[in-house]
């Protein structure tokens, strides 16, 4: 089992709001855990976004809009991306990392789609 | 501004050695408050993470367990360079590479590299 798991894809209308997951590995106790996001548009490579660990602990990008931001769900053992106000070029791949065992893991990644 | 180009040959037949370089402008190799980071992209192993190399008075490295018996990161001071090398590469080695600084202070990927598409193949 992977230690970050991302859905593969992901619709939401213009305007509206997308929720992200990333699933920590059954085991694992998200609430360790920073996690990282980036944002990834074809033939570029990721850009940063955001990172979440707690509401003391957490940063947001340089020049990333205040409708992305992160969040986790303790429950569900997983790091959580939110954008409101969806718009079009907000459509890119989304990818979550954490620090664990002395690396960086990467999850599989979402392709968001606008539309 | 910090910029990493990156080069090396983007073609490898089976066991062959995957060497790649990325030059630093506008930081240095050798600072303290980065470290400096080799990552590929593929379609079946997604993001992966390699290794990095960082200075703390000195020079450090880490390596991903996955390719940490085949791999070598070293910076260049005097080229302010780093350079990756991955041994007997099979057609999994496939993938875009880049470099990447990631900063210390808040801990973030900032500046990549262009990426070099590595294909492996007889």
């Known amino acids: 089992q992977a230690v970050l798991t991302q859905p593969s894809s992901l619709s939401a209308s213009p305007g509206a709001s997308a929720s992200l997951t990333c699933t920590l590995r059954?085991?694992?106790?998200?609430?360790?855990?920073?996690f990282y996001w980036y944002q990834q548009k074809p033939g570029s490579p990721p850009q940063y976004l955001l990172r979440?660990?707690?509401?003391?602990?957490?940063?947001?990008g340089s020049g990333v809009p205040s409708r992305f931001f992160g969040s986790k769900d303790v429950s569900g053992n997983a790091g959580l991306l939110l954008i409101s106000g969806l718009q079009s070029e907000d459509e890119a791949d989304y990818y979550c990392m954490i620090w664990h065992n002395s690396a960086w893991v990467f999850g599989g990644g979402t392709k968001l789609t606008v539309l | 501004q910090v910029q990493l180009q990156q080069s090396g040959p983007g073609l490898l037949k089976p066991s062959q050695t995957l060497s790649l370089t990325c030059d630093i402008s506008?930081?240095?190799?050798?600072?303290?408050?980065?470290?400096w980071n080799w990552i590929r992209q593929s379609p079946s192993r997604g993001l992966e993470w390699l290794g990095r190399t960082y200075y703390r008075s000195r020079s450090y490295n880490d390596y991903a367990v996955s390719v940490k018996s085949r791999i070598s990161i070293d910076p260049d001071t005097s080229k302010n360079q780093f350079s990756l090398q991955l041994i007997s590469v099979t057609p999994e080695d496939t993938a875009m590479y880049y470099c990447?600084?990631?900063?210390?202070?808040?801990?973030?990927?900032?500046?990549w590299g262009q990426g070099t598409l590595v294909t492996v193949s007889s």
């Open positions: 979440f660990k707690s509401v003391s602990d957490k940063q947001q």
């Open positions: 059954s085991g694992i106790n998200v609430e360790t855990y920073r």
């Open positions: 506008g930081d240095s190799v050798s600072s303290n408050s980065a470290t």
């Open positions: 990447a600084r990631k900063r210390v202070a808040d801990d973030v990927f900032d500046v």
